[in-house]
DNA sequence: TTGTATTTTCAAAAATAATTGAAAATAAAT
DNA sequence: ATTTATTTTCAATTATTTTTGAAAATACAA
């Protein structure tokens, strides 16, 4: 495989990961670009390679900065800016993991708990089912909160040690 | 808060952080009713309670039974169709995850592999980049495939305690 | 200031995904 | 074999999400 079908296929396939995963497919291709590009690309690089247009780039680009994923680098004497990735996977991943809790777990941690608040109806079949599906999920949830927690504070040789541990 | 409302809310929020991680909505809102009935439902139930069609719900469970989350039953003499769905949310994700690594993750790694077997040009940056973006991002997609498979497996007291060890 | 390069915004258009509903299929009962 | 109850399928419709493109905003330079 040719160098450039293999960045070609990269980045089609994370786009459509992403899309799997509930992220704009759009955004994960530019993302994929920045991370496999040496150097700093302008908004005219990203709408050539993925053929789309300046808002697309821009909008995206500003969302991807809002995850903390890339980042605007000003050049002295241009006007233009220049956009690059955090290249280390093991640093996205935990990037990715902060703002997904933030964002989306820690609402439904809130609502479980209101949930778990309302009173059960002793010998009321549906109350009694609500209330041990809605502890079970969220004994669950709360376990992958901590669990994302603990990755995102650890360096990935830890987790690569303690799940050894966890298989064998 | 009203047991009806609590389940409204449930089902409600359930669907929601659904289509954040790229499930349908209406499939999630299904299981969601599912999980929290003692009993199990027909296609007249569900319809009626999430005030959707008929085709809407024979695709959606269909869905359910191939992500094995959700199973029919038969009762004799009768006609119609039983559904019920596994309450125990730490079986459920596991199961989430088994599928999710068989269809998501597994073809992920496929192509990972193969990128990684484009040869490197010494001293040119962008291939020196994309090797070194590839190598850094298999290490941990085959960690998370790691973990997943290591939950799996697992049960949630022992994930429980591991993360504990992890935390402190 | 005024002009120029560049980015952002957002209403409209296009693309994608989900849903409907009725016909076809299935399968049990008569 | 025919009727009846129920489920499935899928083309057409509807809803949602994404993208465009051009005007407005920004911000630097002359």
Redesign the interface.
């Known amino acids: ?3 450039q079908e ?2 070609d ?2 980045v089609q ?1 994370w786009g459509t ?1 992403a ?5 704009n497919r759009t955004m994960a291709q530019i993302h994929a670009l920045l ?5 700093p690309l302008t908004t005219e690089d990203l709408m050539a390679q993925l053929q789309i247009s300046r808002g697309n780039v821009s909008m995206n680009l500003r969302d991807l900065m809002d995850w903390g994923l890339v980042f605007k680098e000003l050049r002295p004497g241009e006007r233009k800016e220049y956009f690059f990735a955090e ?4 640093k ?2 935990k990037q990715v993991a902060k703002e997904r809790r933030r964002r ?1 777990i820690e609402p ?1 941690i809130k ?1 479980l708990d ?2 778990r ?2 009173p059960v ?1 002793a010998g ?7 209330h ?3 502890e ?2 969220s ?3 709360n ?2 909160d ?2 994302l ?2 990755a995102m504070k ?1 360096e ?1 040789s ?3 040690g ?2 050894i ?3 064998r």
Chains 1, 2 share one sequence.
């Open positions: 495989m040719e160098l293999a960045k296929r990269f396939a990961l899309t799997q995963w509930g992220i991370m496999i590009s040496p150097n290249k280390d996977a093991w996205v991943a989306e439904v609502l209101e949930l608040s309302v109806r009321d079949a549906d109350s009694e089912t609500f041990a599906t809605i079970s999920i004994r669950v949830v376990l992958a901590g669990a927690d603990a650890a990935e830890l987790i690569l303690t799940l541990k966890l298989l």
